[in-house]
């Protein structure tokens, strides 16, 4: 784990390596995976979190792809939280009707192909208003 996480300060006194490149503003260098400073240094007082102590095993240094597999994996646990969020329920075959048109009904966007229940408001008052022909009962499968 990097040295920042947890720690205020780094030890003036210690040397630190850089454990991936980076770059920092208001040093005028960039820094180097293996570059050896002093806590003291500019680069390691502003992003201390990317040194770990000298001696500390090179296999004991944080994963430069850590973070990316670390934001993945949350990308899409966010993802399938909204997919499970935003999930329409199944409708029965009995119940579904299907748009054949495009068209904007009272602030609704529906596109062909989006079902809805036979029963919906919209449905209702577009069959009532003559618009039936913007529906379809959809396919029943064979017995």
């Known amino acids: 784990m990097p040295l920042g996480i ?3 300060k780094p030890d003036p006194a210690k040397i630190y390596i850089a454990w ?3 770059a920092v503003d208001g040093v005028h260098t960039s820094i180097h995976r293996g570059d050896r400073l002093r806590g003291d240094h500019p680069a390691v007082v502003k992003a201390f979190g990317y040194f ?4 500390v095993p090179e296999i004991e240094w944080p994963s430069v792809y850590r973070g ?8 899409a646990a966010e ?4 997919r499970a969020r935003n999930a329409v329920p199944e ?5 579904a009707v299907d748009a054949v048109a495009t ?6 966007n ?3 192909g989006q079902r809805f229940r036979n029963d919906d408001p919209l449905v209702r008052e577009l069959v009532a208003a003559g618009h039936s022909d913007w529906f379809q009962r959809p396919p029943r499968p064979l017995p």
Do not use: C, M, W
């Open 110 to 112: 529906v596109t062909p």
């Open 91 to 95: 409708i029965p075959l009995e119940h």
């Open 6 to 8: 947890g720690t205020k």
């Open 79 to 82: 993802q399938q939280a909204d």
């Open 68 to 75: 990316a597999i670390e934001a993945s994996a949350k990308l």
């Open 103 to 108: 068209f904007t009904h009272k602030g609704r």
């Open 52 to 55: 770990v102590e000298d001696g």
């Open 20 to 22: 991936q490149p980076f």
